[in-house]
């Protein structure tokens, strides 16, 4: 999947969403319900979906609020804690 200008240089993400109600969230052995969620969100990104939000991202009228979301992200596996950015490796990384 080629989205990305020949040539660019970085990294490239984008967000995908879901919505509930906390009380939804908060419910006694209710996590199941904001797991499925987070899987339904990753599965729907797609090649399409990723087209599809660079062109309202083209849209120089669209205001994305970050202020009221809550952004749940998996960057355990990114290695992190052996990054060296020329001062050595990290003098404390915590995994949680």
Request: no cysteine.
């Amino acid at each position: 999947m080629k989205l990305l200008p020949e040539g660019y240089y970085g990294n490239g993400f984008v967000l995908a969403g879901v919505e509930s109600m906390v009380k939804d969230l908060v419910a006694a052995n209710n996590l199941d319900h904001g797991v499925k969620l987070v899987q339904k969100a990753k599965a729907s990104v797609n090649e399409e979906y990723i087209k599809s939000t660079i062109d309202v991202l083209k849209d120089k009228k669209v205001i994305h609020d970050g202020s009221i979301s809550l952004y749940v992200t998996q960057w355990n596996r990114l290695g992190l804690e052996d990054v060296d950015f020329g001062e050595g490796k990290p003098l404390h990384f915590q995994r949680i």
